[in-house]
């Protein structure tokens, strides 16, 4: 599949079924994530892979209890917003029936004389997107999500995660769900974001 192929129909897919995903596919979607970009090829990244039933019910109940009111209580001013909340709203109530669920997890170590923590995130998103896109190229559905902050304590207390270890993406990955395909992603046309040569002031009128 063309790359632009897959980063054009790389939709959220919040609805998985929870038949199990061949650990060979699994592997390449890593692969696909160890090919990303780090600041000096420090590669400060490590994925927690968790298929483990028992570990992914303890997490699921956590991301329900925290997020099941919060998602219902969000406005739904229009069709869009109210699809998207509506399919968060399914993949909290179902998250732990995700077949797997991969955690993109990196320390500070960059640069060695004095890391900072920004050069982390640097690597583990990029890490995290190749994730998506490569579970695309491989009929896998997935959608990068940041549930880790509403659950953080169960996610490490349940996964042995230290605190200094920091959590940039957590990734529910299976296939998708009866009903549920793959389509042109939603976006405005790449003009409203692009400036030629110098700043062109604020495009978009959302008061930068």
Not at 125 to 139: C, D, H, S
Not at 155 to 179: C, M, Q, Y
Request: hydrophobic share 45%.
């Amino acid at each position: 599949m063309d790359v632009f192929e897959v980063m054009g129909t790389c939709r959220a897919i919040r609805q998985l079924k929870p038949d199990p995903v061949p650990p060979e596919l699994i592997d390449r979607v890593l692969w696909a994530a160890t090919r990303a970009p780090s600041p000096g090829n420090s590669q400060g990244w490590d994925f927690v892979v968790v298929d483990d039933p028992d570990a992914r019910r303890t997490i699921g109940a956590a991301v329900r209890e925290a997020m099941v009111d919060r998602v219902a209580a969000m406005p739904r001013p229009d069709r869009t917003t109210r699809l998207m909340l509506d399919g968060t709203a399914r993949l909290v109530a179902t998250f732990d029936q995700a077949p797997v669920i991969v955690f993109v997890t990196g320390g500070v170590i960059y640069p060695p004389q004095a890391p900072r923590e920004a050069f982390t995130w640097s690597a583990l998103y990029p890490a995290a997107q190749n994730i998506v896109l490569a579970a695309r190229a491989l009929g896998l559905g997935s959608v990068f999500t940041t549930l880790h902050h509403v659950a953080d304590r169960t996610i490490r207390d349940t996964l042995g995660i230290p605190d200094h270890v920091r959590i940039a993406a957590t990734i529910p990955i299976g296939w998708p769900d009866d009903g549920v395909q793959f389509g042109p992603v939603s976006r405005r046309p790449v003009e409203d974001f692009v400036h030629r040569n110098r700043w062109e002031g604020d495009k978009r009128g959302i008061g930068i």
